[in-house]
């Protein structure tokens, strides 16, 4: 885990021990690419640590992660949620840790592309995967 976002020991517990640990430092460059601030890193982080361990308590594999997955978390685990502290609960900014989460394991090809997505815009996603990974280029010349 990056020493730059400090995390509760808990939160880091829950991450190493779960199936997102080796994409921890993956996901944290990708916010961090995306030009978002320590303080959200955090957040984020906290969020996809308590999402993480839901995973490991359903049994969840890695492959099946998307878009359903999430939305089962927010919609019946989150408003009955009794995990520990420190969860973060905060359905919104939750939502957003998530998205992002499921779009860097996308870029990095660890889960596959939304299947209602047309082909042009799976070539574009691969297009800005090539840009970003093998030309190194920062979000907003990708944009232009």
Request: aromatic content about 8%.
């Given at each position: ?28 460059a ?9 303080q959200?890193?955090?957040s ?99 944009r232009?």
């Open positions: 885990m990056d020493k730059t976002v400090v995390a509760h020991p808990q939160v880091l517990c829950w991450l190493r021990e779960s199936m997102l640990d080796s994409h921890v430092a993956a996901f944290l990708y916010l961090r690419g995306r030009g978002y601030a320590r959200t890193q955090h984020y982080i906290c969020a996809v640590a308590h999402f993480a361990r839901w995973l490991s308590l359903e049994k969840a594999r890695l492959q099946d992660l998307n878009d359903q997955v999430v939305g089962q978390f927010l919609s019946v685990h989150l408003p009955h949620c009794s995990c520990p502290y420190p969860v973060l609960r905060t359905r919104h900014e939750i939502h957003a840790a998530l998205r992002h989460l499921l779009a860097a394991l996308r870029a990095s090809g660890v889960i596959p592309q939304r299947q209602d997505a047309d082909p042009i815009s799976l070539e574009l996603a691969r297009f800005d995967n090539y840009m970003q990974h093998v030309r190194g280029l920062a979000i907003s010349p990708r232009q």
